[in-house]
């Protein structure tokens, strides 16, 4: 997983870095703020940082009030909240990697960095440990066809992880778990798209406020055609989300679950539209929205096997006009394909 870093000077022995997000729902989120020290006399020990737990309305934006300092505390009162296995992990990957990034710049650096866990950081982590004037010479000598290889290895590799993570969470009913993985692994969108895209934005505002600040309206993801600069809307739930409802006659209704899912990215979509013009104004990044796209994805295709269930789906389906829904069955099988493919 890559994380965008801004740094910025903040003084001649300090530098400040964008906040990272280590978790975040529609509500709540969990915040990592560091700190660049020069610190002269222990250079292992250049990085503090604060954890923020923010908490906020569905149509409510996020900011720092209401501070509540632990100086506060009374005698014998006593403040806690929880960091899953998950977060401990990348707030001391992310600490790791700023320090890195410090012994090798100091403090003279700014600008936007990169910051890399996991297994890519222990094979940059090595190589960095060869001459890198001696490695250049190496590279220039090795056959094309040979990193050609290495390339293709390496998206097998990362694609038969991705597939297993999907199939042991096929029953995982946490939205925020799913939105994760589609922001750390953004290269799963192509999937779903025909056109070349990108993740112009996660949890992105698409207007509806009023004086009273309310009312606003968030998508999961917001991305942006490489080429045409136009943008579409992705809602994305769980593989638990259910998808037929009870028998009607010799049919079946849609589950409420997800024809409330298909209105809320509707009216993510009308808003959007209404407030274009006022958004493009206010942001640095340019993008259309010519009649843009909604993608759900939502649920799976359990029953199939039953024909008038299946039916009844494409039916509903096929009919919508401006929503595209895509299950994780479907999504898992186009990822099982390109497997197959790249093993070829």
């Not at 503090?48 to 014998?76: H, M, T, V, Y």
Request: proline residues 3%; glycine residues 4%.
């Amino acid at each position: 997983m890559n994380d965008s870093l801004h740094i910025k000077r903040t003084s001649s022995v300090t530098l400040a870095a964008t906040d990272i997000v280590i978790r975040e729902s529609k509500t709540t989120r969990l915040l990592l703020r560091p700190l660049i020290v020069d610190n002269y006399s222990s250079p292992g020990n250049s990085v503090k940082c604060w954890i923020i737990a923010q908490r906020k309305g569905p149509s409510d934006e996020w900011n720092e009030a209401n501070e509540f300092p632990l100086s506060k505390l009374s005698k014998g009162e006593w403040s806690k909240f929880e960091l899953k296995t998950e977060d401990v992990s990348k707030i001391l990957g992310s600490l790791e990697a700023i320090k890195e990034l410090y012994k090798e710049h100091g403090i003279t650096w700014d600008g936007k960095y990169a910051l890399i866990h996991g297994e890519e950081a222990k094979l940059l982590a090595e190589l960095s440990k060869f001459d890198r004037t001696l490695l250049l010479e190496k590279l220039k000598n090795i056959n094309p066809a040979h990193l050609e290889n290495l390339s293709e290895t390496i998206k097998l590799s990362r694609l038969e992880g991705l597939l297993k993570v999907i199939k042991a969470n096929v029953n995982n009913a946490e939205e925020e778990y799913w939105q994760n993985l589609f922001e750390n692994e953004a290269w799963l969108l192509s999937q779903i798209f025909s056109q070349p895209v990108i993740v112009l934005k996660d949890k992105p505002y698409l207007g509806g406020k009023g004086i009273e600040n309310k009312g606003g309206q968030y998508s999961d993801l917001l991305v942006q055609n490489l080429i045409t600069k136009n943008t579409a809307i992705v809602e994305i739930k769980t593989p638990t989300t259910p998808i037929i409802g009870s028998p009607y006659r010799s049919t079946y209704n849609i589950d409420s679950e997800l024809s409330g899912a298909i209105s809320q990215v509707l009216k993510q979509r009308q808003k959007y539209l209404n407030q274009y013009y006022n958004l493009l104004s206010e942001s640095e990044t340019q993008f259309v929205a010519v009649n843009p796209k909604c993608f759900l994805v939502a649920g799976n295709l359990g029953f199939r096997k039953d024909k008038e269930k299946l039916y009844a789906f494409e039916n509903f389906r096929n009919a919508l006009k401006d929503v595209e829904i895509i299950t994780y069955s479907e999504l898992y099988k186009k990822l099982s394909v390109l497997r197959d493919l790249l093993k070829e």
